[in-house]
């Protein structure tokens, strides 16, 4: 029950501004009251028309997501791996990283178009980057002496990597996943904003340009949400294999 | 029989460990290597075990040549070295991989038992002392019930008491499976106490300089007049290795250094 501590403070400011517009001391127009922000998702949502943009942009995210990942693990996990792979492409891939993921849009658009392979990419460029770093400082951080175990017990690679090394790295990889997942659902907005007619970021768009802050808001309310769920869907997949640190969570 | 035959060890930055090393272990002996930090005693280890390899010299068990770990020769390591994923179980049995589950399942319980964690058979690493932890890597060394087994300084981690039960706990272990034991370690007490020979090595470059013979009956007391006596002719060998002369009490744990 000790969670419900941390509503006390939200639902107080949302009741306190309700209040406000409500007795008229304040007139809500440019910061709606929580009931209109309801109101206004209960209308996208009975129309069936906020689960048409809940349903684009997740599948952004996914494509996106999935892409970033399968690159940056491939990538990532082959630095790792061999000193020379290491040395021929980190530090291009060090040098790329240094460049704002926003600053590839308009070379996008020229190479994928407007439509859904540029923005997909833009997505897919902003989650490489912390998967791709997560995982090879997870393998270059493998303890040398835990290796060594599986030395003696004489383990083929195959064996050593799934035995010894995958384990190890896992904490650290399903981090990195959760950041690049969070990146994925910033890159989503700025790919919406480069021109879609449909997703959330099509949402808030449309309510700056219609003045609509009470969609705006209805939008960020759906990312606070969607972005909630997806992240403890990625952890909760992640827990059985991490039983072991929880067990070290609960004890410290 | 395991044979150290003339292994000279030099590394690639040109400093030579080892010099002209010999050993000869009969089967189910129990040999510590004794001498101060740096004097090339762990390498020898890692060199029996097929972890590194000598730049001269070959090491030979029951007639074959030992190149790379071998599946008759375990390890446990200075510190326990256990896998945080696993359970103790898990861990007890990481060696027995090849060997059908119903076996495997057996002989894990079997060998926790022995080292008497049974109870903790599906705990965590994490959960356990470091005398427990230790005693669950000795554990995963003996399941695959390796010929010989070979401990790098094993119990020097911990506290004197649990140190004397781990050493108590070894005899008893070794009792049961009878494996060749090459322990190396810088408490000569616990070379006394534990071993029929111990070898004495002086450093630059390492090598041996004395063999004491403990032909002592077990179980042996502890504190009695026997080992002590041991004790002191090991102490004098060290101390005479580091080239200075022993006098009668003033013979101070040189080989803690």
């Known amino acids: ?252 | 029989m395991l044979l150290v035959d003339n292994i000279e060890k030099i590394y690639p930055n040109g400093a030579k460990a080892l010099e002209r090393v010999n050993i000869a272990v009969r089967p189910g002996e129990i040999v510590a290597v004794v001498g101060g930090s740096g004097c090339g005693k762990s390498t020898l280890l890692r060199l029996i075990a097929g972890l590194d390899r000598p730049t001269r010299g070959k090491i030979m068990l029951d007639g074959e040549k030992i190149v790379a770990p071998h599946p008759a020769v375990g390890f446990v390591f200075q510190e326990p070295r256990l896998l945080p994923w696993l359970t103790v179980a898990q861990n007890a049995g990481f060696g027995l991989d090849g060997v059908p589950a119903p076996e495997r399942n057996e002989r894990t319980r079997e060998v926790l038992q022995r080292v008497g964690l049974a109870d903790h058979a599906k705990s965590w690493p994490r959960e356990l002392s470091g005398g427990q932890a230790q005693r669950v890597a000795i554990a995963r060394a003996l399941a695959p019930r390796p010929k010989v087994l070979l401990l790098d300084e094993p119990f020097s981690a911990l506290d004197a008491f649990t140190r004397a039960s781990l050493q108590e706990h070894l005899l008893d272990l070794w009792e049961a499976f009878r494996p060749t034991l090459v322990l190396v370690t810088h408490d000569v007490e616990e070379a006394v106490f534990l071993a029929d020979r111990v070898l004495v090595m002086r450093p630059k470059p390492g090598r041996f300089v004395a063999e004491i013979n403990i032909a002592l009956a077990r179980p042996r007391d502890r504190y009695g007049e026997a080992l002590d006596h041991a004790k002191r002719r090991v102490l004098a060998a060290l101390d005479h290795s580091l080239q200075a002369q022993p006098r009668g009490e003033e013979l101070a744990p040189a080989a803690a250094i």
């Open chain 1, 1 to 252: 029950m000790r969670f419900l501590i941390g509503f006390i403070l939200p639902v107080a400011l949302a009741l306190a501004w309700e209040a406000a517009v409500r007795f008229g001391f304040a007139q809500g127009r440019l910061m709606p009251p929580p009931s209109r922000i309801f109101a206004t998702l209960y209308d996208l949502a009975i129309t069936g028309e906020l689960f048409r943009h809940i349903a684009a942009t997740t599948a952004r995210i996914m494509a996106g997501f999935g892409l970033g990942v399968v690159a940056a693990t491939v990538l990532g996990a082959l630095a790792g791996a061999s000193k020379l792979s290491r040395d021929v492409m980190d530090p291009t891939l060090q040098g790329l990283r240094a460049v704002p993921s926003i600053a590839w849009v308009p070379l996008f658009i020229l190479w994928f178009g407007i439509f859904e392979t540029s923005k997909i990419m833009l997505i897919a460029v902003g989650c490489f980057f912390p998967v791709y770093l997560g995982i090879l400082g997870a393998i270059l951080s493998v303890d040398r002496k835990i290796v060594e175990v599986g030395r003696i017990f004489r383990l083929s690679t195959p064996a050593l990597v799934r035995r010894i090394l995958l384990p190890a790295i896992l904490p650290a990889y399903v981090v990195s996943l959760r950041t690049g997942l969070g990146l994925g659902w910033m890159f989503v907005v700025a790919a919406e904003f480069m021109g879609a007619a449909e997703g959330l970021g099509y949402l808030l768009i449309d309510g700056q340009q219609l003045g609509k802050p009470d969609q705006i808001l209805a939008s960020i309310l759906t990312f606070a949400v969607l972005g909630k769920i997806t992240d403890s869907l990625l952890a909760a997949a992640a827990a059985p294999f991490l039983t072991w640190q929880d067990a070290f969570a609960r004890r410290d």
